[in-house]
């Protein structure tokens, strides 16, 4: 069974970078993309990125180029990094495996998710 | 980016009821259409792709039909833990898109 778990500070300063960490157990990096997802009661889910352990990473634009997703495969991890962020940035960060077939894609497994507070 | 309207955004039923929600698309987006469920302080979870596929180990009293822009999820014979709230998704475009959410509450 697939298992993700999200890891990082729970309060960010304003204009600092938000860094999390997505764990993933019992499957490889190389077997799927890999996707970050926001929720908020103001923005509802907001798809963030999503990375594979080959190839360039794919970004919501608008975040304005503030994201990075980078692959950790010795560690089994992928990362987002959110730059300049505000308390718009506030939210529930989970991480998310994306499975498919037949050309169509969805998000599975999810991790439990991690709050994110952007406060001075 | 592709825009995805819930209606209505909230619900109440009873147990046993049949209930519908719906999902409209600002373009067509074919049938690349996700449902998902979420209970508080949980994940999403995945019940339906591809707009009317089951995924594996949902109830089928869950279905889901439509194509093009509107989209429809229904739930038969509600039960105590179908109270949630369900979102729709769209995966025609990797700009990946999620309704608001409507939050089916116990009458």
């Known amino acids: 069974q697939v298992q993700l778990q999200e890891s990082g500070p729970g309060l960010v300063t304003p204009s600092e970078t938000l860094s999390l960490t997505c764990t993933v157990s019992?499957?490889?990096?190389?077997?799927?993309?890999w996707s970050w997802i926001r929720q908020s009661p103001r923005r509802g889910l907001e798809w963030i990125g999503f990375?594979?352990?080959?190839?360039?990473?794919i970004y919501n634009p608008s975040l304005k180029r503030r994201a990075t997703l980078s692959v950790d495969t010795s560690k089994n991890q992928f990362s987002l990094n959110l730059t300049s962020v505000t308390a718009a940035d506030t939210a529930l960060y989970f991480c998310?495996?994306?499975?498919?077939?037949?050309?169509?894609?969805?998000?599975?497994?999810w991790g439990q998710g991690t709050l994110v507070t952007v406060s001075s | 980016d592709i825009q995805m309207t819930q209606s209505p955004l909230s619900l109440s039923a009873s147990v046993g009821d049949r209930v519908t929600i719906t999902c409209r698309a600002s373009?067509?987006?074919?049938?690349?259409l996700n449902w998902y469920q979420q209970k508080p302080g949980k994940a999403p979870k995945v019940l339906i792709y591809?707009?009317?596929t089951l995924h594996s180990g949902v109830p089928s009293r869950f279905s889901g039909s439509g194509s093009g822009t509107d989209f429809t999820l229904t739930i038969n014979n509600l039960q105590p833990d179908d109270f949630a709230t369900y979102f729709c998704q769209q995966c025609f475009t990797t700009l990946y898109t999620f309704g608001q959410g409507t939050k089916l509450e116990i009458k």
């Open positions: 373009q067509s987006i074919a049938k690349y």
């Open positions: 019992g499957a490889s990096l190389g077997t799927s993309y």
């Open positions: 998310a495996g994306i499975l498919g077939s037949d050309n169509y894609n969805w998000f599975d497994p």
């Open positions: 591809a707009a009317s």
């Open positions: 990375v594979q352990y080959s190839g360039s990473p």
